[in-house]
Nanobody, 123 residues
Framework: QVQLVESGGGLVQAGGSLRLSCAAS????????MGWFRQAPGKEREFVAA????????FYANSVKGRFTISRDNAKNTVYLQMNSLKSEDTGVYYC????????????????WGQGTQVTVSS
């Protein structure tokens, strides 16, 4: 089992920044990738970014590329999502997830999920 706890969400004006954190505990060594997803009201959950634990390979959705940065601190078992130049369309609940598979852009490819943290960007 892997437990994931997100933090760092909040209300920010368009153009502003936020940093989300995801603290992992339990059998973290069993996961290969950590990912961030988001879900806006009335929409499906979508992939945002992912990072490998071992090699720091990173992957981004086109909609956030150049604005968001995913990183991790292995010593703290924590993954971060730095979000800059935020837009109103970035509003949603952001979820951290862990997977042992290579299906890193798919919701169904992840085994463990956090409870989510709300990000609201006002225009």
């Amino acid at each position: 089992q892997v437990q994931l706890v997100e933090s760092g969400g909040g209300l920010v004006q368009a153009g502003g920044s936020l940093r989300l954190s995801c603290a992992a505990s339990g059998r973290t060594f069993s996961s290969n990738y950590m990912g961030w997803f988001r879900q806006a009201p009335g929409k499906e959950r979508e992939f945002v970014a992912a990072i490998s634990w071992s090699e720091s390979n990173t992957f981004y959705a086109n909609s956030v590329k150049g604005r968001f940065t995913i990183s991790r601190d292995n010593a703290k078992n924590t993954v971060y999502l730095q979000m800059n130049s935020l837009k109103s369309e970035d509003t949603g609940v952001y979820y951290c997830a862990a997977t042992t598979s290579a299906l890193i852009t798919r919701v169904g490819g992840y085994d463990y999920w956090g409870q989510g943290t709300q990000v609201t960007v006002s225009s």
